[in-house]
């Protein structure tokens, strides 16, 4: 099943290889790689919350890796077997989009990386109280 790119939704060419056609972003380059701040990182095809700051981590891999999804309600996983590659495919749960890989070499707790694209993010900043 290919992911339905959500009406009125601006994304760029690169944007939908990675969400539509399992495309990944050169590492290193994600705007959101070294990004610090607070706040939510949303599916940028359907606006699905997906990650929290609060789980981000720097794993030195090029792209934002995260230890845990916000709920395993909101992000999927499947076998991907792409070029021979035994890899875990991250998928978001509402809308399909392709958003990376989970690896099992993270951190405690959980032992994961959850391996993202950049590109298949939208950051909200959490609002100042
Ligand atoms: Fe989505």
Same mark, same amino acid.
């Given at each position: 099943?290919?992911?339905?790119?959500?009406?009125?939704?601006?994304?760029?060419?690169?944007?939908?290889?990675?969400?539509?056609?399992?495309?990944?972003?050169?590492?290193?380059? %994600?705007?959101?790689?070294?990004?610090?701040?607070?706040?939510?990182?949303? =599916?940028?095809? *359907? &606006?699905?919350? @997906?990650?929290?700051?609060?789980?981000?981590?720097?794993?030195?891999?090029?792209?934002?890796?995260?230890?845990?999804?916000?709920?395993?309600?909101?992000?999927?996983?499947? %076998?991907?077997?792409?070029?021979?590659?035994?890899?875990?495919?991250?998928? =978001?749960?509402? *809308? &399909?989009?392709? @958003?990376?890989?989970?690896?099992?070499?993270?951190?405690?707790?959980?032992?994961?990386?959850?391996?993202?694209?950049?590109?298949?993010?939208?950051?909200?900043?959490?609002?100042?109280?």
């Amino acid at each position: 099943m290919k992911p339905k790119k959500e009406k009125n939704k601006k994304l760029s060419p690169e944007q939908c290889h990675i969400l539509m056609e399992k495309g990944t972003e050169p590492p290193f380059t %994600g705007k959101y790689l070294y990004n610090k701040e607070k706040g939510i990182y949303l =599916c940028a095809n *359907c &606006g699905n919350e @997906l990650f929290s700051s609060n789980e981000k981590y720097d794993s030195g891999s090029g792209w934002p890796s995260f230890w845990n999804p916000i709920s395993k309600k909101n992000v999927k996983t499947k %076998g991907d077997n792409a070029f021979l590659m035994n890899r875990t495919e991250i998928i =978001c749960s509402k *809308c &399909g989009s392709h @958003l990376g890989h989970v690896f099992d070499d993270g951190p405690k707790p959980t032992r994961l990386r959850y391996c993202v694209n950049s590109l298949a993010l939208n950051f909200k900043k959490e609002k100042k109280k």
